[in-house]
């Protein structure tokens, strides 16, 4: 094989959340002189992983599609892309909203691998609710293959359809517990003597940030001393602000936005609070579970983000007390900041494993 086989994954956005970790992660691992990643992405703008996607040899593809709203413009976009780019036997697409055109416009130009893959186990309901389960539907006609990241987020998007589990692996080393790492993260947020409670993920209603505000503000009647990191951006950044200043809590919540070095963030949590209303996964919960932090998680998410004794779940029916009450319990756990690998990679999320499959997936597939 002289040249690499080229695979593209079209998603949203290249931004800093559970998807794109997992496919960096993957790209990082694979062997690039084998299989190369390229990605199509709808938005213009710069993207989070865009210059090191160019350095590891990927090739990165904006459309204005989610800026512009122009389906026709897509559809014409999609299909002199594709017969531009003869080159793509692969088309691996991560996006349910929209990837219905995309595997149409692939199958069209007659690319035999169509992946579809599912990431969420449920859909915010919202005003766009049925637009997006009519969507759902639309997403599988045009696939010849399916992968989920959990059980339930493949029951969820394929129905009856077979689909393979492919796990959100981590560089589980990578965010083993580390004492000096922890001092020194806690030194540079200005963290000594807080008892830091964390978060990860995309200031979007999915993630449920209203109560975990609600939640941070029981814990601080608790614990005086008590700060929350949120790392994320998003459309409700604004209005998480607003929540913050009217519970007095200014001085209290702080925002990381993205972060390239989440194993050290990590490091400085006490605790990791996660009550999404709904998750393919939760890979972040699985970081911090590796990281040696207690999380605290909804029912929101599914069996398989329990891979440690420092996972912890409490209902989205529990008031915001009963889960402050429970987050401090967690915290006492004598798993604390302890070296949780073994449990990582027992349950099936070692990348390198991981990362192996998908590149052997891909060669069997293209051959």
């Known amino acids: 094989m002289n040249q690499p086989i080229r695979v593209l994954h079209i998603l949203q ?26 990605f199509l992405v709808v938005y213009k703008e710069k993207q989070f992983y865009e210059e090191e996607i160019r350095s590891l040899g990927g090739r990165l593809y904006k459309f204005s599609f989610r800026e512009d709203l122009n389906l026709l413009k897509f559809k014409q976009d999609l299909k002199h892309f594709f017969s531009e780019h003869k080159e793509y036997k692969i088309v691996h697409c991560h996006a349910f909203t929209f990837g219905y055109f995309c595997l149409k416009a692939a199958k069209k130009a007659k690319i035999p691998v169509r992946i579809a893959h ?20 639309l997403f599988t006609i045009n696939a ?12 969820y998007l394929f129905k009856q359809k077979e689909f393979k589990v492919l796990n959100n692996a981590i560089d589980s080393k990578k965010f083993i517990a580390n004492q000096e790492t922890r001092q020194a993260i806690k030194e540079e947020l200005a963290l000594e003597r807080k008892f830091v409670v964390g978060h990860v993920g995309r200031l ?7 109560f975990l505000l609600d939640i941070f503000w029981e814990i601080k009647q608790l614990k005086e001393n008590a700060v929350l990191l949120l790392v994320g951006t998003g459309e409700l950044e604004k209005q998480i602000r607003e929540k913050v200043s009217r519970l007095g809590l200014e001085q209290n919540v702080i925002f990381l936005r993205n972060r390239k070095d989440m194993y050290r963030i990590y490091q400085a949590m006490d605790i990791f609070v996660f009550p999404s209303l709904f998750e393919g996964l ?17 029912d929101g998410l599914p069996k398989e983000a329990n891979v440690s004794p420092l996972f912890y779940r409490c209902s989205l029916s529990s008031s915001a007390k009963t889960w402050a009450q429970r987050s401090l319990e967690a915290s006492e756990s004598e798993y604390k900041h302890l070296d949780m690998h073994e449990y990582i990679v027992d349950h099936g999320y ?7 499959f998908i590149q052997q997936y891909y060669i069997r597939k293209y051959e």
């Open 144 to 155: 010849t293959d399916f992968f989920a990241c959990s059980e339930a987020a493949g029951r």
């Open 282 to 298: 939760g890979i972040v919960a699985i970081e911090a579970q590796a990281s040696g932090i207690p999380a605290i998680c909804s």
């Open 350 to 356: 070692d990348l390198m494993r991981t990362a192996d």
């Open 118 to 137: 599912s990431h969420n186990n449920e859909t915010v309901h919202d005003i766009k609710y049925i637009p997006k389960l009519i969507m759902q539907k």
């Open 204 to 210: 979007h209603p999915q993630k449920n940030h209203m």
């Open 13 to 38: 956005r290249m931004e800093a959340g559970g998807t794109q970790a997992l496919l960096m992660n993957l790209y990082r691992n694979i062997d690039r002189s084998r299989v190369q990643f390229d």
